[in-house]
């Protein structure tokens, strides 16, 4: 058996016995002497280039791709036969990380404070004494209401840490209940859920249901001082109705990690929306235990066993 691993990571899973593992190039299609391979691990590579080998490869049984969000893998047309498996669990510590800087440095006026840094100019109006729950403000976790969009294993990895900081923290998911010991509110709630948020932590997955999820109506319903951080995907948000909601102080500030178009375009009015903070993309990008998840799925798979993540299509 072959199996193909990309070479945009250190990638050294344990092999079976039997099995052939090549290196192949993440900036190119699978080149045609490895089109044979049974197994393909992605990371990395563009969606144009899954596309001009999915049916090109008779042998395929397996696609791992390490992303959280499978979406490029499943719009690239494998065969219905492939089994698809998510990085699901690789990137929960290293993005939870990322929100929760993004919301502590929109809590705290970090953009003000690298403002008046370019300015070589004291903030004696972000420093000094300053009230604890400022009117109209938002500038602590201390009794925060935190909503966490998007419950999965990031949102679960988060809320703790958020909680261990002094926020009430309530997630969105599709049904109602608790987990992992937070309240879990169904999506039909949303609207009413939002208008309590100071808060909003979006981790949402990339489908057709949660394309411009976060549409101007739902930011309609965010208090004015209300804080909106995005550590999912970039079409989640509606970008255009986000902007005129920042531009006319329908809401305090937002912090982007993902933006529908990346690279951002250097025209994109987001470059100049008011109190936003963006970042490239930069939460995830470093799976942690993916040599343990290609090897259990590759084991799991010789043995004709279940595999870990797999992505119902």
Known sequence: MKIL??????????LPEGVE??????????????????????????????????????????????AAGPDAV???????????????GLHDRPVTEHALALVLALLRRLPAALAAQAEHRWADELGGLQPLHPEGAVTTLLDARVLVWGFGNI????????????????????SAGERSGFPVV????????????DVLVMILPATEATTHALDAGRLAALPRHALVVNVGRGTTVDE?????????????????????????????????????LL??????????????LVGGNLEALLAGRELRNVVAR
């Open 240 to 276: 255009p109705a986000l902007v005129a909601a920042l531009t006319e102080g329908r809401i305090a500030g937002a912090a982007l990690d993902v933006t529908e178009v990346e690279p951002l375009p250097a025209d994109s009015p987001l470059w100049d929306a008011p109190n936003l």
């Open 74 to 88: 499943l719009g690239a047309g494998l065969p219905d036969d492939v089994v698809v498996t998510s990085g699901a």
């Open 5 to 14: 691993l990309p070479d945009s990571l250190p990638l050294v899973p344990a």
């Open 186 to 197: 169904a999506e039909d709630r949303l609207e009413a859920e939002l208008e309590q948020t």
């Open 21 to 66: 593992a090549v290196h192949y190039d993440v900036a190119a299609p699978v080149p045609d002497e490895h089109l044979d391979a049974e197994a393909l691990v992605v990371w990395g590579n563009a969606p144009s280039d899954l596309r001009a080998v999915a049916g090109r490869m008779p042998r395929l049984r397996w696609v791992q791709t390490l």
């Open 279 to 292: 970042t490239p993309h930069a939460a995830g990008g470093r799976p942690v235990g993916a040599d343990e």
């Open 155 to 174: 949102g679960q990895n988060l809320a703790p840490l958020l909680r261990a900081l002094g926020a009430q923290v309530r997630g969105v998911g599709r």
